[in-house]
């Protein structure tokens, strides 16, 4: 068996929607469940990306691990 090591980068975004916004106010969204949904839809269809969203820089988390392969 062998032992590589592994480290898993995640990055962690957050930012409070602004129900003012142009976006938000055009699609009928005054919540926080549909800003997610809808945030989440435009990130998959490349309109915008979470650092676009983010009120600052990401948090970077690092997991350091020892794995069988």
Do not use: S
């Not at 980068?9 to 919540?31: C, K, L, M, S, V």
């Amino acid at each position: 068996m062998t032992k590589k090591i592994r480290v898993t980068e995640t990055r962690i975004y957050e930012y409070t929607p602004d129900f003012d916004d142009e976006a938000y106010q055009g699609a009928g969204i005054n919540d926080l469940e549909a800003a997610l949904e809808f945030d989440k839809e435009c990130v998959l269809d490349g309109e915008v990306g979470p650092v676009e969203l983010g009120d600052d820089l990401p948090r970077v988390i690092h997991v350091w691990e020892i794995v069988d392969l």
